[in-house]
DNA sequence: CCAAGCACCTGACGGC
DNA sequence: TGCCGTCAGGTGCTTG
């Protein structure tokens, strides 16, 4: 899926393309899992004028002038891209028609993201987002460094989990894990105050730099217009098991922390 | 409380 | 070719 920055490069593009639209109607080919039923939903949005689009974590949120909200989860696979009205795809899940003739398409190939609509006033009530961590960007390295202090878990099974800090998924936990020169399997708890202040700087950092280069392709992603992002000309370790490290040419090596794939140089990032 | 493991889905790819 | 196992950007639930 979409991390942060993906997500953050859709709503960056939907906010100056949908702000204003009002949703004419709504068509759901092949439906397979909003989180209520379209007989529900479609009610709910028709009529509506979009606000403005933003981001929170990983959840994608368009928000009706009236304060009515749809959030979507993109989880693997999600896409939503704004365009020309067209026929459905094989994948998509919900179409809005818009005022101005043009179509937002939420498709999804694994069927795990979803779509759920809050009434103005309702998304501050979620659990999903009550139970979020703060926001990466828009917290100091040195408060996320004391957030994991202490913790026996995995460092990157940390950062991955969205109560302690939202946003981070595979690839930038990965990525940053490397610029940091800290083991994936490192116990938070073995690792030095400056090394998790050092490791949530470059968090920072690399999210910075995929916003700007519009995110990571790596074979679903794509902004609201469509378009491919660029980070993934970047990554120096993520899907790169067996490719020399970009700082000491030492072969990357791949080991499952937290339950998932995880790419690192062992001399770079030494466990200890 | 924490962490691990599996479940949810479809499709792509590699090995035989 | 085709079948089978494995893997994929995430999260939620169950189990220990």
């Not at 204003?20 to 909003?34: A, Q």
């Not at 916003?211 to 899907?239: H, L, M, P, R, T």
């Amino acid at each position: 899926m979409p991390e942060l920055p993906e997500v953050e490069v859709i709503a960056r593009g939907l906010c100056t393309a949908l702000a204003g639209r009002s949703i004419v109607s709504v068509e759901v080919p092949g439906l397979t899992r909003l989180s209520e039923s379209a007989d529900t939903l479609v009610p709910k949005v028709l009529g509506h004028t979009v606000g403005r689009v933003y981001r929170r974590a990983k959840v994608l949120l368009i928000e009706m002038a009236d304060g009515l909200t749809l959030a979507f989860h993109l989880k693997m696979t999600g896409r939503v891209v704004h365009g020309e009205k067209r026929a459905a795809h094989k994948h998509d899940r919900i179409m809005f028609d818009l005022d101005d003739g043009s179509q937002l398409v939420f498709s999804d190939m694994r069927k795990f993201g979803y779509v759920r609509s809050f009434a103005p006033g309702e998304l501050e009530n979620w659990a999903f987002l009550q139970k979020a961590g703060p926001e990466p960007l828009e917290t100091s390295p040195e408060d996320l460094a004391d957030l994991i202090k202490g913790r026996k878990a995995a460092i990157k099974g940390l950062l991955l989990n969205q109560s302690v800090v939202v946003g981070v998924g595979n690839i930038y936990a990965d990525e940053c894990l490397f610029r940091a020169g800290i083991h994936p399997a490192s116990r938070a708890d073995r690792v030095s105050r400056a090394k998790r202040v050092k490791l949530f700087s470059e968090l920072q950092a690399v999210l910075r730099q995929a916003i700007s280069e519009n995110g990571s392709s790596i074979s679903d992603y794509v902004n609201a217009d469509g378009d491919a992002g660029s980070f993934q000309n970047s990554f120096n370790v993520y899907g790169k098991k067996g490719q020399k490290c970009p700082t000491c040419k030492t072969s990357l090596e791949v080991a499952k922390v937290a339950g998932r794939t995880s790419t690192f140089c062992p001399k770079c990032q030494p466990k200890r």
